[in-house]
């Protein structure tokens, strides 16, 4: 044979198998997916604050659709910009309280209440206005109403699967305090009035944290860099706010999760997970179970931040009830970026998963494949689970 002929079968050899790889790598897992199994799962989704691009839910219904799970009564995938009750972008609408309709549902998710504010301008020019001059800005739609929490209670009773998550419990539901502790008892937590944030650059927080701190302690703001600012509002009143900020000099690391259980509703997460976004300071009750917790890593300076305004470095992040029917996230988990192009990608979640075992990023792109996405798979398969999910909760 000759040379030539050789390299051509030789070069020929090394196509086929990168089209081999190709094939297996970007054909065959989407051709796989197409001809699984839909799963049946009613969802009913509340989210007050939904933005025009939905990103506070966005990430749930790639979920939804990625484990083929659809609408019982329709069959259809769920959609996220109409298969949620509160606040529409698309119109500016807000769903009747008569559209919360609780009854065939599976699993509830509340996934965001803060609502609808409206400023009197564009929110930087409001921001340059402060604070020297007050604007009064207009709350139109937010929190949850008594009557909304009775439907609410009314399907807890049927003992199926609730959930709920960061600033359900906070503004402006502390202005309807009735309201807010039925919450707080279904779920078995309490709001210790402290949020949180970590920031890429301390600079960057807003106008009105920087006022606030400058206010409270007569000194200016002068921190940059990577940290966190904690909000401590225990009464009303700016004067009594506090506002903590953790530079890089009172971190040792970022947030993480610290897994403290081996709860079947964990399986399959990883521990350790840095976690880069809101997250509030929450209590469990007697009845509850933590297990899954932040630990803000400090050094000694950071550590005696926190003593002085009272905080824990340790505190709760997901908050268990009635063996896992009702959980409770104490922070903003729904709120991830996702690449809709993979969503009909079969098994993605375990090569991203192994990727980000070595790539390191700072964001919530690993919290997202390797906490919350392992942790709601666990949650659809017990909503699911008609041996549970329809079990009517103790009488106390």
Request: glycine share 4%; charged share 25%; aromatic share 16%.
């Amino acid at each position: 044979m000759l040379r030539s002929q050789k390299r051509f079968l030789y070069t020929h050899k090394i196509f086929l198998v990168i089209a081999l790889l190709l094939f297996i790598v970007f054909v065959l897992p989407f051709a796989y997916w197409s001809i699984l199994p839909t799963r049946p799962l009613s969802l009913f989704l509340i989210d007050k604050t939904t933005a025009d691009d939905y990103r506070e839910h966005r990430s749930l219904f790639w979920l939804l659709t990625h484990w083929k799970y659809v609408d019982p009564v329709t069959g259809t995938y769920y959609d996220a910009t109409k298969d949620f009750y509160g606040y529409d972008p698309a119109d500016s609408s807000f769903s009747p309280v008569e559209a919360l309709q609780l009854n065939k549902a599976d699993l509830l998710y509340i996934a965001d209440t803060y609502g609808v504010y409206r400023y009197p301008m564009n929110y930087d020019s409001y921001e340059r206005l402060l604070p020297d001059h007050y604007i009064p800005i207009q709350f139109e739609y937010g929190g949850l109403s008594a009557q909304e929490m009775d439907a609410i209670e009314s399907f807890d009773s049927l003992g199926r699967m609730s959930i709920a998550e960061f600033n359900t419990l906070q503004d402006p539901q502390l202005d309807d305090w009735r309201t807010q502790r039925r919450l707080e008892r279904m779920f078995g937590v309490h709001y210790t009035g402290a949020l949180g944030r970590y920031y890429d650059d301390l600079n960057s927080a807003a106008r009105w944290m920087k006022d606030l701190y400058e206010r409270r302690y007569l000194a200016k703001w002068d921190f940059s860099g990577r940290g966190i600012i904690i909000i401590v509002d225990r009464t009303s009143g700016d004067d009594k706010t506090e506002v903590v900020v953790l530079d890089a000099g009172d971190l040792a690391h970022t947030p993480v999760f610290i897994r403290t259980s081996a709860d079947p509703l964990l399986q399959g997460t990883e521990d350790e997970v840095p976690y880069y976004y809101f997250f509030e300071f929450l209590t469990a009750d007697s009845t509850s179970q933590v297990i899954a917790e932040y630990e803000i890593e400090c050094t000694k300076s950071g550590r005696e931040k926190m003593d002085a305004a009272g905080l824990p470095v340790r505190f709760p992040a997901v908050v268990s009830t009635d063996a896992g029917r009702k959980l409770y996230f104490g922070g903003d988990f729904v709120d991830n970026r996702v690449e809709t192009m993979l969503t009909q990608y079969w098994n993605v979640e375990f090569l991203l998963t192994k990727l980000f075992s070595f790539y390191f990023v700072s964001d919530q792109t690993r919290f997202f494949w390797k906490f919350y996405l392992p942790m709601m798979e666990n949650v659809f398969r017990r909503a699911t689970d008609r041996s549970l999910a329809y079990r009517p909760s103790p009488v106390p």
